[in-house]
């Protein structure tokens, strides 16, 4: 059975920092992997898709790495910015469309 | 273009009643995805309808059920409500023909069960 671990659960940094957000998943049988954001009470916002082929996707300040040998994909977050501040949600594909996700890291950005 | 839609967008409810949830999925997208997502926790994928046929379920109890309409709108139903079974309910969809492509995420509908 896929787990998908996040740590931390909760990160608070100052404005401008760069940062890491971690994501695991046990089995290493997956297709590709997704980043979301979550505001408090909303949807999820994709971030970015890393297929299993690739290593890294970026999308402006985010970059996203994917090593499937070792289960692990990390999110870093350039130059922070109080609009930022949310939960991010690291999910695998299990199967073809089926995600698992993991319980979020509650990221706060402080001025 | 629109994005994925979901109504109501709250809803309270008490213990034993029947609960109908709607999705409309993003433009040109096929596949429909419902998941639970409680407080403080990941979401939990429930089921998956393509062509109008559950294609793929979660571990969740027969309670909930749904359904795929020909223009691809989907409904979660849930019967015998729990309390347990509060929580935001989620709709996803994604682009026909494609394996493990972005799924995009609607706003939710916040259940509440009394």
């Known amino acids: 059975k896929q787990e998908v671990t996040q740590i931390p659960a909760a990160l608070s940094v100052p404005e401008g920092e760069n940062l890491v957000l971690n994501c695991s998943f046990t089995?290493?049988?997956?297709?590709?992997l997704q980043w979301f954001r979550q505001d408090p009470g909303k949807g999820l916002t994709s971030l970015l898709l890393?297929?299993?082929?690739?290593r890294e996707q970026t999308s402006g300040r985010l970059n996203a790495s994917l090593d499937k040998s070792s289960g692990r994909s990390t999110l870093y977050i350039a130059a922070s910015q109080p609009g930022d501040s949310a939960t991010y949600l690291c999910a695998v594909f299990q199967g073809a469309q089926k995600l698992v996700f993991g319980q979020g890291t509650r990221l706060t950005i402080n001025p | 273009d629109a994005g994925v839609t979901q109504s109501p967008t709250h809803l309270i409810k008490t213990r034993g009643q029947q609960v109908t949830l709607r999705c409309s999925p993003k433009?040109?997208?096929?596949?429909v995805s419902w998941y639970q997502q409680a407080l403080g926790q990941g979401p939990q994928f429930i089921f998956q309808y393509y062509e109008e046929e559950e294609r793929q379920r979660g571990n969740f109890p027969d309670r909930f059920s749904g359904h795929q309409f020909p223009n691809y709108s989907s409904e979660l139903n849930v019967n015998a409500l729990l309390l347990g079974d509060s929580a935001l309910y989620l709709c996803?969809?994604?682009?026909?023909?494609?394996?493990?492509?972005?799924?995009?995420f609607g706003p939710g509908t916040r259940l509440t069960v009394l």
């Open positions: 996803a969809s994604s682009f026909p023909g494609r394996v493990a492509d972005t799924q995009y």
């Open positions: 890393i297929q299993s082929s690739q």
């Open positions: 433009s040109g997208h096929d596949t």
């Open positions: 089995d290493s049988a997956i297709y590709n």
